[in-house]
């Protein structure tokens, strides 16, 4: 079951070019993240919405923004793409209200090759 | 800073064979901790998660892991690793609250030799 899904999974596009991916959830989670992960480095938070209003820089925003349009979706922009932005993106999502114990849930990812 | 360590990014045992993945974390409040498990070419996965009951947590395909306080440690194990098992592991801690996000480690690369 999908449950979260990417789109596209995987893209390639050249240097200098605005590139945006996109994330959805069927789950009626109220947080969502986006990560990018590099071979030897885990996965490191790019930003976090605790809802549509409520958006957040993580680790390592520079160089990309994101959008909340609705609960369900959270896409991740690339406003001019650089070759160290070639990466596996995730989009997770978690629900507030179990606890804050933060078990997230997350997509099948977006190969990003940026030539 | 809050951090995850993964001792030994690549770890390679023969099937059979009982699997160690090591993960320390630094905080003297105790965390809420979790392993996710990545197959090639797939999205990470619960394995299992500790969330301040029975400190011994069993989870999915056979892992468990056990929570140590005053070693800051939460390694996965298994009995016997079986082919199936090679996989990428994250380590991941979070401290709840209004915060929630979760912390990585840089992952361990299982190889399971037949």
């Known amino acids: 079951d999908a449950d979260v899904t990417q789109t596209p999974r995987n893209r390639i596009t050249k240097t200098g070019k605005r590139i945006m991916l996109e994330c959805s959830q069927t789950?009626?989670?109220?947080?969502m993240y986006w990560y990018r992960q590099d071979p030897g480095l885990g996965l490191r938070l790019i930003y976090y919405s605790f809802d549509v209003k409520d958006i957040n820089k993580g680790e390592i925003s520079d160089g990309y923004s994101v959008s909340r349009q609705a609960q369900a979706k959270f896409s991740l922009s690339l406003e001019s793409a650089i070759p160290n932005q070639t990466a596996l993106y995730f989009c997770a999502t978690s629900d507030s209200r179990t606890s804050g114990r933060n078990e997230q849930f997350f997509g099948p990812g977006t190969r990003l090759t940026v030539l | 800073a809050q951090s995850v360590t993964q001792l030994g990014s690549h770890v390679s045992v023969s099937e059979g064979a009982l699997v160690l993945l090591r993960c320390n974390y630094s905080s003297s409040v105790p965390p809420y901790l979790f392993w996710y498990v990545q197959y090639p070419n797939q999205g990470l996965q619960l394995l299992l998660k500790?969330?301040?009951?029975?400190?011994l947590v069993k989870g999915i395909n056979g892992f468990e892991a056990e929570f140590k306080k005053s070693e800051t440690s939460f390694h996965l194990t298994k009995p016997s690793a079986h082919m199936s098992d090679a996989a990428e592991y994250f380590c991941?801690?979070?401290?709840?609250?209004?915060?929630?996000?979760?912390?990585f480690g840089k992952g361990t690369k299982l190889s399971v030799k037949p």
């Open positions: 500790y969330t301040s009951a029975a400190t």
């Open positions: 991941a801690v979070s401290y709840g609250g209004s915060q929630g996000n979760l912390i």
């Open positions: 789950k009626g989670h109220d947080r």
